[in-house]
């Protein structure tokens, strides 16, 4: 089975994976970073200015393939403000 | 007394500990549970005590190594319910509940001591206070479950694992089996994961955030609190869930 890292990217900063997961494929690799964004979402978000999470996968072959979560807020002034700029 | 009887009653120490912490216990009840107790049997890492689904005929205590109680889910998922360390019993509810509704699995090489329930019957008959005592161990790992539906519920992963290493010493502290804010901890991450109830991935990161910030050092073996204040403080751990106090019951 080949093995995947998954590097976490979050307002803390980078944490690269040094230890890795053996999975099937990419497709079962990417199922698992969706489940830990689930996990890790529900808690960054919690902090105020932690908007976004990403998983970066590694393979060691190609790219990394991301997946990764953000959250936006937008005031009625900045929907506003965008609707005047249309 | 026999040779058997004599490494029963040491390997049953741990047990008498933890009960001791909480209500005396006399020689005649000392003895009582060491004539219970039939069979010695090594688990090896990974193999179950007990099965979902099964009906048991005795009840074990763990004299020595980490048990976890877990069930697991149809997509592969586990989840643990409880980690036991040495001197639990980890399924004494079997003895009136019948039939396992979850599984009891060894995490590392565990030492079971076996007792089968028409003994513990036998107990329960002549032994009221003893028998309470065995009733109040349950109601202790109902705190711990209590107390791991709160971390569940409302608090962050990071919290979790903290809080699960605040409780896992304080619990081997409190029966003379960790010093110095240092204990084994033998278990694979994989299995932190399931009793914090995250991935693995996950884990992976809390716990290099842990050993980051200085507050853990642990490489798989012995697990080491540098900084017990901030960890406990960071977990909002308060250990007063494990009934550590002595009183008639």
Request: charged fraction near 25%; include cysteine; charge should be negative.
């Amino acid at each position: 089975m080949p093995r995947y890292y998954f590097d976490v990217r979050d307002m803390e900063g980078t944490f690269v994976d040094e230890m890795g997961l053996d999975l099937p494929d990419m497709d079962a690799a990417i199922r698992e970073a969706r489940k830990a964004l689930a996990d890790m979402v529900r808690d960054a978000l919690r902090e105020l200015n932690h908007d976004a999470v990403s998983i970066a996968i590694r393979d060691g072959a190609d790219g990394p393939v991301v997946v990764s979560v953000s959250l936006t807020t937008v005031t009625p002034d900045q929907l506003n403000s965008r609707q005047a700029t249309d | 007394m026999t040779l058997v009887d004599l490494d029963i009653e040491g390997l049953l120490e741990p047990f008498f500990s933890k009960v001791g912490l909480r209500d005396d216990l006399s020689g005649h009840e000392r003895r009582a549970l060491v004539e219970a107790a039939d069979e010695l049997v090594w688990y090896e890492p990974g193999s179950d005590l007990v099965v979902e689904g099964e009906r048991p005929r005795r009840s074990m205590l763990v004299a020595r190594g980490y048990s976890a109680r877990y069930r697991d889910l149809a997509g592969g998922d586990r989840q643990m319910l409880a980690l036991h360390v040495t001197g639990d019993f980890v399924d004494l509810h079997s003895f009136l509940l019948k039939e396992m509704d979850h599984s009891v699995g060894a995490l590392t090489r565990c030492l079971v001591v076996e007792f089968p329930h028409e003994r513990l019957v036998s107990v329960t008959e002549r032994f009221p206070h003893l028998t309470r005592l065995l009733w109040l161990m349950t109601l202790l790992d109902s705190a711990i479950n209590r107390e791991w539906l709160v971390g569940l519920g409302r608090k962050s992963a990071a919290q979790r694992t903290a809080h699960l290493i605040c409780e896992t010493y304080t619990r081997l502290h409190a029966i003379g089996l960790a010093r110095d804010h240092q204990f084994s901890f033998p278990i694979t991450q994989s299995a932190m994961a399931d009793a914090v109830g995250i991935s693995t991935v996950h884990i992976n990161r809390v716990l290099q955030e842990l050993r980051q910030s200085h507050l853990i050092v642990w490489d798989g073996g012995d697990l080491t609190i540098r900084n017990w204040g901030e960890l406990a403080a960071t977990a909002d751990f308060d250990d007063r869930y494990l009934h550590l106090v002595k009183e008639h019951r």
